[in-house]
T-cell receptor, first 113, second 113 residues
Framework: ETGVTQSPTHLIKTRGQQVTLRCSSQ?????VSWYQQALGQGPQFIFQ???????GRGNFPPRFSGLQFPNYSSELNVNALELDDSALYLC????????????FGPGTRLTVL | GQQLNQSPQSMFIQEGEDVSMNCTSS?????WLWYKQDPGEGPVLLIA?????ELTSNGRLTAQFGITRKDSFLNISASIPSDVGIYFC?????????????FGTGTRLKVLA
């Protein structure tokens, strides 16, 4: 059974640019969530996708957007990058959407200069 | 953003000692999740709790779902050096298929050999 994978591992961008991060969910999981984790803090929920639609969102502006594909993989897009967007971005997948356990990938470290 | 309160924030213990940490919230949760995160990696699920009063073990780890549904506890028995890391509690808020996952502030554990 393959776990959650994310790409790329590390990424460096400059302020104002756009970035796309990718996530493949664990086999059999149809729900994907994205989190932002700043250094020294707990993960902050960005949004969740189920059946290719967003079905839960945290306190993040619209420039954070996502997609889920028919194979349940997902993308996180961030437009107009700001310095404060520098963080570890984590993807988590679940076998159902009813508020159950989530399994995390290794994350993508984004640095905005 | 909204976070769960964890205590202690950090702790140094001797190898072989037992460890206790807790997580409290002003909101009611129907699920409590406990994760361990090593530096630069994604959180790893340790224990999931689904019922008030539930006591669940995973090896040397034992977690409890508080009766009020506003708190949870994690105990580690006979700690070993590889227990070092950050422990997070987490839970979903919402319902009817739409959830927002909240993470705690974390407890940093350091084990002295």
């Amino acid at each position: 059974e393959t776990g959650v994978t994310q790409s790329p591992t590390h990424l460096i961008k400059t302020r104002g640019q756009q970035v796309t991060l990718r996530c493949s969910s664990q086999s059999g999981h149809n729900t994907v969530s994205w989190y932002q984790q700043a250094l020294g803090q707990g993960p902050q929920f960005i949004f969740q996708y189920y059946r290719e639609e967003e079905n839960g969102r945290g306190n993040f502006p619209p420039r954070f957007s996502g997609l889920q594909f028919p194979n349940y993989s997902s993308e996180l897009n961030v437009n107009a990058l700001e310095l404060d967007d520098s963080a570890l971005y984590l993807c988590a997948s679940s076998p159902w959407t009813e508020g159950g356990e989530q399994f995390f990938g290794p994350g993508t470290r984004l640095t905005v200069l | 953003g909204q976070q769960l309160n964890q205590s202690p924030q950090s702790m140094f213990i001797q190898e072989g000692e037992d460890v206790s940490m807790n997580c409290t919230s002003s909101s009611i949760f129907n699920t409590w999740l406990w994760y361990k995160q090593d530096p630069g990696e994604g959180p790893v699920l340790l224990i999931a709790l689904y019922k008030a009063g539930e006591l669940t073990s995973n090896g040397r780890l034992t977690a409890q779902f508080g009766i009020t549904r506003k708190d949870s506890f994690l105990n580690i028995s006979a700690s070993i050096p590889s227990d070092v890391g950050i422990y997070f509690c987490a839970g979903p808020l919402g319902g009817s298929g739409t959830y927002k996952y909240i993470f705690g502030t974390g407890t940093r554990l350091k084990v002295l050999a």
